[in-house]
């Protein structure tokens, strides 16, 4: 007999029945998720703050106190940094064991109160730099020397040493190139020398070989295939110099230019940092250098901390690349050699401007030099600080912009991308208001978090000189200007800033000298603008 209730189609039925209440059902729960999330945001979508810790004026106190207002406002996080910008030194000099008893005891008072904190790689607000590194594994810039020669004849002397900084200087090849004098009429833009004459080099060779900052580099103009040097024609002489520089060869004949390569540390230093922070900026395209630079400092904080690494203490962080340019390190020439495939000794002598084969030929390996100095940035530095962070279970985030890089590449190796906005006044009559200047670090950051699926997009928010920050500003004020950075991307607003008050009775406190927005527990401000705090909560979980 048919028997309905175990038909097919009574089953088809109640399954879709089922699945319709699911469907009907989800939206409802997610929505009084969504409700809920908004009335009382979770801690996650907080805005943080850039703590900074001045110049030794640190208390145990102020730390507690600090904290608490937090908490009480509703601030989710702190990002610590040790600076000194004209703030008179305190009792606590950086990384001795009072200062890491100190740090120890805030990443303590974190967890006690469910705040986060990610410590900046070093002291200071730029780079990665510290007194442990040594010139060795500072950042390398390529230097070179050059002197005419004729032959046939025999060359017996020490060659000119290339330029260098903190007296360090490693050879890197040495060459004898012939020497094309040519006029400079209708070809490419040319050197003078001592005599008067020209040889034709590549323009604009110093940013397409990475000694400067080049921020467009134009399409070569005139004859691509124009005659350059042939590379068969180049002689390498390395293995001809002594450890004084002193070369013997007998010249061929003709004219010839012996070019003596190598490299120096480019002497940049991370600041503004306190006398006991300073130090070199460690080389950014060598792994093993930022392993020496983590196990001088952070290392040290983590042991330190103990079990609150990963819990408490949740990260580390790259800020301002303010450490000027690096274009070669002890590996380029293997690392070259990996991600190209072929040899770049070759077409060394392009790296000083010399056309090699042609200047296509040589804009081609120029391009795959900047290329392979770019993949290193983003593996080699910002990518593997971030390697030795998640052996600990910390995070990374980094401001990856404003160098001889490919900014896209290296923020997409961050777990929280990080820009920056400013807040520009329009005038002195004390009226609400900003100007918006044409800002990409936020489209730089929120393009490569979406690119590389990350949920956080960072900025540093609302930074400013002393013409627009001091204590003049408020939520009135600035509030606009942070609404239309959510139209640019960003999710997580951290505050520029909050000076550590070390004081209980000061008021207004310490201050970070003449830069950012006020934002500590001194400022009269600060407790109302719990209700502006909870608005940017909300916007940013929405996002």
């Given at each position: ?26 939206p ?20 943080w ?35 000194s ?15 890491r008893e100190?740090?120890?005891?805030a990443?303590?008072?974190?967890d006690?109160?469910g705040l ?11 780079g990665?730099?510290?007194?442990w590194n ?9 230097t ?6 004729k ?23 040495i ?16 050197a ?17 070989a990475g ?8 399409p ?17 002489l ?6 004084e ?54 290392a ?20 301002s690349?303010e ?32 056309i ?15 290329k392979?100095?770019?993949?290193m940035?983003?593996d ?18 980094a ?31 004390g ?11 936020s ?9 590389a699926?990350?949920?956080i ?13 001091k ?5 009135y ?16 607003f ?10 209980m ?11 950012g927005?006020c934002?500590?527990?001194t400022?009269t401000w600060?407790?109302p ?10 916007c940013?979980?929405?996002?």
């Open positions: 007999m048919f028997s309905f209730s175990e038909s097919p189609l009574r089953r088809f039925l109640l399954l879709a029945f089922v699945a319709a209440s699911g469907l009907l059902a989800a409802c729960l997610a929505g009084e998720t969504l409700e809920k999330a908004f009335e009382s945001p979770p801690d996650a979508a907080r805005p703050v850039y703590w900074f810790w001045m110049n030794g004026n640190i208390t145990k106190q102020g730390i507690t106190a600090d904290l608490e207002a937090m908490k009480r406002v509703g601030i989710g996080g702190t990002l610590i940094m040790s600076v910008t004209g703030i008179l030194p305190g009792k606590v000099d950086f990384m001795t064991p009072e200062w100190l740090f120890a005891f990443v303590a008072e974190a006690r109160l986060e904190i990610i410590m900046n790689n070093d002291d200071g607000w730029t990665s730099g510290g007194p040594t010139v060795e594994n500072s950042m390398q810039v390529l070179s020397s050059e002197i005419r020669v032959g046939p004849s025999r060359f017996d002397a020490v060659l000119p040493s290339p330029p260098a900084k903190l007296d360090y200087y490693r050879d890197i090849a060459l004898a190139i012939p020497d094309v004098q040519d006029d400079p009429q209708g070809g490419p833009a040319t003078g020398d001592a005599d008067g004459k020209t040889t034709p080099r590549i323009e604009n060779w110093q940013a397409k000694y400067v900052h080049g921020k467009r580099i134009d070569v103009v005139g004859d691509a295939n124009a005659a350059g040097i042939p590379s068969a024609k180049i002689v390498d390395t293995s001809e110099v002594d450890a520089g002193r070369l013997q060869w007998d010249v061929p004949e003709g004219n010839w230019v012996l070019l003596r390569l190598g490299h120096t540390t480019n002497g940049r230093r991370n600041h503004p940092c306190t006398p006991h922070g300073v130090g070199l900026e460690c080389d950014k395209l060598s792994k093993e250098a930022m392993e020496k630079h983590f196990d001088g400092f952070l040290k904080l983590i042991a330190d901390v103990g079990p609150l690494a990963g819990k408490s203490l949740v990260g580390t962080h790259v800020d690349w450490v000027g340019s690096q274009n070669w390190t002890s590996k380029l020439r293997e690392e070259f050699k990996s991600r190209r495939g072929y040899d770049p000794s070759p077409y060394y002598a392009t790296l000083v401007g010399y090699v084969e042609s200047p296509e030929v040589s804009e081609r390996f120029l391009w795959d030099y900047r392979t100095l770019a993949d940035m983003a080699n530095y910002f990518g593997h600080l971030r390697e030795l962070a998640k052996k600990h279970g910390m995070i990374m985030s401001e990856a912009y404003g160098g001889d890089f490919d900014y896209l590449q290296a923020a997409s190796r961050m777990d929280i991308p990080m820009s920056e906005f400013w807040v520009r006044s329009l005038g002195a009559n009226s609400p208001g900003w100007v918006l200047e044409q800002d990409p670090t489209k730089w950051a929120s393009s490569a978090a979406h690119a699926c990350r949920k997009v960072a900025a540093e928010a609302f930074t400013a000189t002393d013409h627009e920050g204590w003049q500003n408020h939520p004020k600035i509030k606009a200007l942070g609404d239309r950075m959510f139209a640019e991307g960003v999710n997580r951290v505050f520029h800033r909050y000076a550590m008050q070390p004081w009775d000061r008021l207004p406190g310490m201050t970070f000298g003449p830069w927005t934002i500590e527990r400022l600060f407790e603008g719990r209700a502006w705090f909870k608005y940017l909560a909300r940013q979980h929405l996002l």
